[in-house]
Structure formats: structure tokens, C-alpha cells
């Protein structure tokens, strides 16, 4: 073995602080692009999320005001419909109540979407798009405390019911059993009755 293998195999201090200061800046200069390449990276994902939450923020407020819209197309369709089916169910309504149908008292806000009535006798109307057994639910809890909020209403006779497009896992049938009636729509503005055994009232 000459003199040169042996250098090259047993490198002097010189060379050795040499590569370990070449390893250091090697090392140095991959810390620094690993944190380049994450800042990087959160920069991209902290738009990605911003334009993604701007992009659903802008669908739910387009499609909160399609569903209010067509909630509204559903009361006005209602409104007659139930008019005419309860007059032939001989329950005596003879008018749509015009007059304010939001109320509060102590920090509890009702909203009645139709009520029909004459001067003994209402019916109250929850609309919903689709109906869920909590919608029904959550009407009977508010018309608890109907006559409290609508002074006007105290001497009349309450019954309730419910009108859905769609009702969503039996809740026609829930509210049937918990004494409401229900008006399902046919086809073009038709709704048909279904009658509780037991009707509820205020």
C-alpha cells in the first residue's frame, strides 16, 4: 500500500473538519428548503381553505335563498288548498287570517305559517319543504303556548296542521298520531287530507 492510498484512507484533520463543515451546510441548506417547501405548502392550504369557505359560504347563502323562496311558493299553494279541503271537512273555516302570525313572549318567538279561522274555530299550519319527525315535534311545543302570544286566538278552538312536499322517515304518520292533520300535495297545488283518530286541540 503506497503513501497516497493511505492518505485517502486516513484523511488528515484538516480534511475531516473540512466534510463535516460541507455535511453541515448541506444539512443547513435541506432544513432551510424542508422549511420553505412547508411555508409553502401552509400558504397554499390557507388559500385553498379561504377560497373553498368564501365558495360554500356563496352556495348557502344562493341556496338559503332558493329554499326560503320556495317555502314561500309552498304557503301561498297551501294557503287556498287547506281553506277548501277544511271547509269540506266541515270544520267551518271560512277565511285566511291576514293579520301578524310572528309573536314572543319571554325570550320564545313563535311563527305560524297559515292560519285559517272563523270566529269560533283556527287551524294552525306548519309548512316545511321536508318534514322531519323534530319539525313535528318542535310546532306542538310552540303551540303550547299559542294563546299566550295571540291574545286574539283565546276564545277560539286550535287544531293543527302540518304541510310538507316531502315527509322525511314516517313523520306523516308521527304527526298523525300525535292528533295533527296532514296535507300532502298531489299535483298542481292539490293536497290531499290525512285525518288523525284523534285531533289535537287548544
Known amino acids: 500500500m503506497n503513501d497516497n492510498t493511505l ?8 480534511e475531516l473538519h473540512a466534510m463535516i463543515l460541507a455535511t453541515s451546510k448541506q444539512m443547513k441548506e435541506t432544513d ?3 422549511k420553505e417547501i412547508h411555508e409553502e405548502t401552509g400558504r397554499y392550504l390557507k388559500e385553498t381553505y ?21 317555502g314561500k311558493m309552498i ?16 270544520i267551518g ?14 325570550e320564545e318567538e313563535i311563527e305560524v305559517d297559515v292560519l285559517l279561522c272563523n270566529k269560533t274555530v283556527a287551524m294552525a299550519v306548519e309548512v316545511k319543504t321536508t318534514c322531519f319527525k323534530k319539525d313535528v315535534d318542535y310546532f306542538l311545543k310552540q303551540m303550547k303556548r299559542f294563546k299566550e302570544i295571540f291574545h286574539e286566538f283565546e276564545g277560539k278552538t286550535i287544531y293543527l296542521a302540518i304541510a310538507a312536499m316531502r315527509f322525511a322517515n314516517g313523520s306523516d304518520k308521527y304527526a298523525l298520531r300525535n292528533g295533527l292533520y ?16 284523534n285531533r289535537k286541540e287548544y
Do not use: M
Open 182 to 197: 296532514v296535507l300532502s300535495p298531489l299535483s298542481d297545488g292539490i293536497f290531499t287530507l290525512g285525518k288523525p283518530n
Open 7 to 14: 492518505q485517502q484512507l486516513n484523511p488528515s484533520w484538516s
Open 50 to 70: 379561504e377560497k373553498t369557505e368564501k365558495q360554500i359560504q356563496e352556495i348557502n347563502k344562493n341556496y338559503g335563498g332558493f329554499t326560503n323562496e320556495f
Open 32 to 34: 432551510r428548503r424542508i
Open 75 to 90: 304557503e301561498d299553494l297551501c294557503k287556498p288548498a287547506a281553506l277548501e279541503i277544511f271547509k269540506k271537512e266541515g
Open 93 to 106: 273555516i271560512d277565511h285566511i287570517y291576514e293579520g301578524p302570525r310572528h309573536g314572543r313572549k319571554e
